[in-house]
């Protein structure tokens, strides 16, 4: 069992930054792929970065390539979303997730996550 729980969310101006953190439980956190989702008011919770268990790869979507950014530090047990550039767009709960080992890479959907954080509000306003 995995617990996670985010933090770092805000409200932040169009163009702005914020970083996310996500702490894990547990001592086999480097064996997990690493997810963060989103999911905007009336909207399907949707994919936006992934990382490796090693923090090796990474995989983004389309949408917040070139501005945001997954990484990971496994000797704290905690993946971070740096996001730059920030739209009104970008606004909705953001959620951490852990994928085991031995899924295929990159893990983007949904269902190859196994555990879930309790999310954390991003508001970008104009």
């Known amino acids: 069992q995995v617990q996670l729980v985010e933090s770092g969310g805000g409200l932040v101006q169009a163009g702005g930054s914020l970083r996310l953190s996500c702490a894990a439980s547990g001592r086999t956190f480097s064996t997990y792929t690493m997810g963060w989702f989103r999911q905007a008011p009336g909207k399907e919770r949707e994919f936006v970065a992934a990382i490796s268990g090693s923090g090796g790869s990474t995989y983004y979507a389309d949408s917040v390539k070139g501005r945001f950014t997954i990484s990971r530090n496994n000797a704290k047990n905690t993946v971070y979303l740096r996001m730059n550039s920030l739209k009104v767009e970008d606004t909705a709960v953001h959620y951490c997730?852990?994928?085991?080992?031995?899924?295929?890479?990159?893990?983007?959907?949904?269902?190859?996550?196994?555990?879930w954080g309790q999310g954390t509000q991003v508001t970008v306003f104009s």
């Open positions: 997730a852990a994928s085991r080992s031995g899924r295929s890479w990159p893990s983007a959907r949904r269902d190859e996550y196994d555990y």
